[in-house]
């Protein structure tokens, strides 16, 4: 199996911050990485396809980018409703697909 | 808009089978698309279990493989899903889903979710 590795696991931010996760493959994976944010009690939400792809209804400051094995999601002004955890996860070996650990970012 | 809802018991027994069915509303499963489910045990990350195509072609995650079988009823707009020989380790929050696309990289993208069901296994 393809092993996704989030990083950091936990970070801490201010509304306004640009931030950065890093989400790297244990093989090359191509572009076929997604990101999905999760807020607690609900179900993950698409936020990123195919590396670079914004998904319909996703705001703007919203970004990814990368190819191979290393990949970033980067929210460019955090706002209040963007305190959530991001996942990563790899469509390009199947089966199976395969996300990572996740990375919460918090309120600081 | 396309709406899936998870459905079955919330507790389940050691050792017995569990059975979940999602119920797709607002476009109908035999025109297309894989559909999936993805699970989260309490307080961790996310795991695929397989997907379906409304043909009844089915791939599953290696790791669950010998345990799950996946099936479509195009008549009833549903797939489902069933885990045999369930332990505590299955306990988790289950999620249908919807894969973005048939081919390339929109394939294992998961663009619509349910809201989840959580499935408790204990005696």
């Known amino acids: 199996d393809i092993q996704m590795t989030q990083s950091p696991s936990s970070l801490s931010a201010s509304v306004g911050d640009r931030v950065t996760i890093t989400c790297r493959a244990s093989?090359?994976?191509?572009?076929?990485l997604n990101w999905y944010q999760q807020k607690p009690r609900k179900a993950p939400k698409l936020l990123i396809y195919?590396?670079?792809s914004l998904q319909s209804g996703v705001p703007s400051r919203f970004s990814g980018s990368g190819s191979g094995t290393d990949f970033t999601l980067t929210i460019s002004s955090l706002q209040p409703e963007d305190f959530a955890t991001y996942y990563c996860?790899?469509?390009?070996?199947?089966?199976?697909?395969?996300f990572g650990q996740g990375t919460k970012l918090e309120i600081k | 808009q396309v709406q899936l809802q998870e459905s079955g018991p919330g507790l389940v027994k050691p050792s017995e089978t569990l059975s979940l069915t999602c119920t797709v509303s607002g476009y109908s499963i035999s025109s297309g698309y894989y559909w999936g489910w993805i699970r989260q045990p309490p307080g961790k990350g996310l795991e695929w279990i397989g997907s379906?195509?409304?043909?009844?072609?089915?791939y599953y995650n290696p790791s669950l493989k010998s345990r799950v079988t996946m099936s479509v009823d195009t008549s009833k707009n549903q797939f489902s899903l069933k885990l045999t020989s369930v332990t505590a380790a299955d306990t988790a929050v289950y999620y249908c889903?919807?894969?973005?696309?048939?081919?390339?990289?929109?394939?294992?993208?998961?663009?619509?979710w349910g809201q989840g069901t959580v499935v408790t296994v204990s005696s």
């Open positions: 195919a590396a670079s």
């Open positions: 889903a919807r894969e973005k696309g048939l081919i390339g990289d929109l394939r294992g993208v998961f663009d619509i």
């Open positions: 996860q790899q469509s390009y070996s199947t089966p199976p697909y395969t």
């Open positions: 379906i195509y409304h043909s009844g072609s089915t």
């Open positions: 093989q090359s994976i191509s572009y076929y």
